[in-house]
């Protein structure tokens, strides 16, 4: 079965401090996608970051990074000096070839809150 | 940029009546979703539509149908709306091929009382 794990619900922190938001998903396929998208209050989720199956290698974007270990089926995000801009549902999916390629199965989302 | 509208931002009805959400996507892109977001539920599929008139059920499609008469629009009804389906409606659009990216709309918040 396909499932996206994000546990922690809500996290709060203080504005510059590091967070990581933690994703661990499961799949049978060798093939698969994963994603990060951002919800601001506004609504509409944006997205951050693909990856594929074959390519573990780190990424890095001004402040954002994501760690991708297969080995854990972990893909987790890290906000480096964190802002108050950064508050908002952060979600994890994945997408693969035994789901069906149409279809993402999201993380249950984790509430980032950065106070000033 | 890839431009996803959604009709209403808000809406409020009433149990029993029709409910009709519309979604218009500017890219051309073939592959239309449509998800409901609950707290602590994350975005859940209802239908999905992989070209004109072409639909699929998704995860919940229990008390929802869904319409593609042209590519760029895709419209989600609730035949006899019920109060469990108060929730935040999220559609999405991407194009051909398994790399591409979702993009979703800003969303209808629907209260049904």
């Known amino acids: 079965a396909q499932k996206v794990t994000q546990a922690q619900t809500e996290i709060s922190v203080v504005e510059k401090e590091d967070v990581t938001l933690d994703c661990v998903y499961e799949?049978?396929?060798?093939?698969?996608?994963l994603f990060w998208y951002k919800q601001p209050p506004s609504g509409e989720l944006v997205f951050l970051i693909r990856?594929?199956?074959?390519?573990?290698q780190n990424e890095i974007s001004g402040r954002y990074s994501w760690n991708f270990q297969k080995s854990t089926s972990s893909f987790n995000f890290t906000i480096t000096a964190s802002q108050v801009v950064d508050s908002a549902v952060y979600f994890c999916?994945?997408?693969?070839?035994?789901?069906?390629?149409?279809?993402?199965?999201f993380g249950q989302g984790t509430r980032l809150t950065i106070n000033p | 940029d890839v431009k996803v509208t959604q009709s209403s931002r808000y809406l409020v009805k009433r149990t029993g009546e029709k409910v009709f959400l519309e979604c218009v996507q500017d890219?051309?892109?073939?592959?239309m979703f449509w998800y409901r977001q609950d707290p602590g539920l994350g975005l859940r599929l209802i239908y999905f539509?992989?070209?004109?008139?072409?639909?699929e059920k998704g995860d919940i499609p229990e008390g929802y149908s869904v319409s593609r008469e042209k590519k760029e629009r895709f419209s989600l009804i609730l035949e006899s709306a019920s109060t469990n389906q108060t929730s935040m409606y999220l559609c999405?659009?991407?194009?051909?091929?398994?790399?591409?990216?979702?993009?979703f709309g800003p969303g209808t918040r629907l209260t049904v009382t």
């Open positions: 539509s992989y070209d004109v008139k072409m639909k």
């Open positions: 799949t049978r396929d060798t093939t698969y996608y």
């Open positions: 999916a994945l997408r693969s070839r035994i789901q069906g390629a149409q279809k993402l199965v």
């Open positions: 999405a659009s991407r194009g051909r091929g398994r790399a591409y990216e979702q993009y």
């Open positions: 890219m051309d892109h073939e592959n």
């Open positions: 990856r594929n199956s074959f390519d573990e």
